[in-house]
T-cell receptor, first 112, second 111 residues
């Protein structure tokens, strides 16, 4: 089954404790993105990657890091999480043929 | 700053009616336009994409694009209660993977 998976699905952590949210896709897509979704603000793109070792900032990259060492994986790293990073995070992938994105199930992060 | 605007709703329509969802965007260079449906607590799901001016129909859904007016809309014919969800409009410049989403319109279809 074609899918995008994220782990963990739920995470509660404390300010400053480094964390990684993993994202993996099995569709051999070149493109992958990370978004955060907040009430009233919609989905905002954090980072995206157009291929292995190629990443670029989206609209809200501050406080986040990403890496793309393998085509299927695109982890999101929060080196020093802060409460304003409490949000619902989605990973997405797409192929170059179109720009239709397929989203993972989401990760709900709470930073206290 | 590229912006995509939508009425937040809720938009309420009776079952069987046509639901009309609207979206405007600020970047004239935008080339690709998408409508996603998001049920409460779920991830967004692509329902329509449109790349050129005019109408594009898929089943009960019709997307309409007017680049001169920087306007894209989604019509849902014969609305069903199962269509009740938040509809997200997304825009891309057609050259990369930088997407801008609107805040979404919440649609409620009343039985």
């Amino acid at each position: 089954e074609a899918q995008v998976t994220q782990n963990p699905r739920y995470l509660i952590t404390v300010t400053g404790k480094k964390l990684t949210v993993t994202c993996s896709q099995n569709m051999n897509h070149e493109y992958m993105s990370w978004y955060r979704q907040d009430p009233g603000l919609g989905l905002r793109q954090i980072y995206y990657s157009m291929n292995v070792e190629v990443t670029d900032k989206g609209d809200v990259p501050e406080g986040y890091k990403v890496s793309r060492k393998e085509k299927r994986n695109f982890p999101l790293i929060l080196e020093s999480p802060s409460p304003n990073q409490t949000s619902l995070y989605f990973c997405a992938s797409s192929s170059p043929k179109g720009y239709e994105q397929y989203f993972g199930p989401g990760t709900r992060l709470t930073v206290t | 700053q590229k912006e995509v605007e939508q009425n937040s709703g809720p938009l309420s329509v009776p079952e069987g009616a046509i639901a009309s969802l609207n979206c405007t965007y600020s970047d004239r260079g935008s080339q690709s336009f998408f409508w996603y449906r998001q049920y409460s607590g779920k991830s967004p799901e692509l329902i329509m994409s449109i790349y050129s001016n005019g109408d594009k129909e898929d089943g009960r859904f019709t997307a309409q694009l007017n680049k001169a007016s920087q306007y894209v809309s989604l019509l849902i014919r014969d609305s069903q209660p199962s269509d009740s969800a938040t509809y997200l409009c997304a825009v891309n410049d057609g050259y990369g993977q930088n997407f801008v989403f609107g805040p979404g319109t919440r649609l409620s279809v009343l039985p």
